[in-house]
């Protein structure tokens, strides 16, 4: 069975801050981790993914994310945030025996101007 | 730009009036999912097709059902929509099943029963 977990409900930080969003997995096999972003009444928008290779993974408006397979963490970061970053962020894993996406249970961050 | 839509992206429906939701992707994808997200919390799969290929989750109750017509649409349908199917319902898609496949969303259609 594939599960994630979000230990922080919520994220604060000041604008120009670095900003952390933690993630860890369980996965039976090799996972394949993604980050979504969700605005109030939106649908999720897919940040990035890890597959394989480079453990540090660029995605879009400036995110990255560090996948450590030792501590099976996918920690969600940017360097500096901004208050548009403020929102919903899900963590999401598969692994190979399964089609389906499993979901963490989401951190909402507030960036403070 | 390639997407995925939705409509409408907000319906009021009464109780026990079937509804049904709309989703439309000009992506090509093979495969299409319905999600049910509620308050903020994570979302729950429905269903979904590989191709005509139709796959409902075991705890999907019966009260929810999906066409899929042609490779571009696939519809929610509600047939009997209690207070508790309140929710955002999100559509989305992804090339194939393959498990590094990403799964793009369209922006939800926001579900009220009165």
């Known amino acids: 069975a594939q599960s994630v977990a979000q230990p922080e409900d919520q994220v604060n930080v000041a604008e120009g801050n670095p900003l952390t969003v933690k993630c860890t997995y369980s996965v039976s096999g090799n996972p394949y981790l993604f980050w979504y972003v969700q605005y109030p009444n939106r649908g999720l928008q897919f940040l990035l993914k890890?597959?394989?290779?480079?453990?540090l993974v660029k995605g879009s408006y400036g995110f990255e994310a560090e996948f450590n397979k030792s501590q099976t963490s996918f920690h969600l970061k940017k360097p500096s945030a901004l208050v548009s970053d403020s929102a919903l962020y899900f963590c999401?894993?598969?692994?190979?025996?399964?089609?389906?996406?499993?979901f963490g249970a989401g951190t909402t961050v507030t960036v403070r101007a | 730009d390639a997407m995925v839509i939705q409509n409408p992206r907000y319906q009021v429906t009464q109780f026990g009036k079937p509804v049904t939701l709309s989703c439309s992707q000009t992506?090509?994808?093979?495969?299409m999912y319905w999600y049910q997200q509620k308050s903020s919390q994570a979302p729950k799969l429905l269903f979904h097709?590989?191709?005509?290929?139709?796959?409902n989750e075991a705890d999907t109750p019966d009260n929810f059902q999906s066409r899929r017509p042609n490779t571009s649409f696939c519809f929610l349908d509600i047939r009997s929509p209690g207070l508790g199917d309140a929710a955002m319902y999100l559509c989305?898609?992804?090339?194939?099943?393959?498990?590094?496949?990403?799964?793009?969303f369209g922006p939800g259609t926001r579900l009220t029963v009165l």
């Open positions: 999401a894993v598969r692994d190979i025996n399964d089609y389906k996406l499993s």
């Open positions: 097709y590989y191709d005509k290929d139709f796959n």
């Open positions: 992506l090509n994808h093979n495969v």
């Open positions: 890890y597959i394989t290779g480079d453990n």
């Open positions: 989305a898609t992804s090339r194939g099943g393959q498990p590094t496949d990403t799964q793009y």
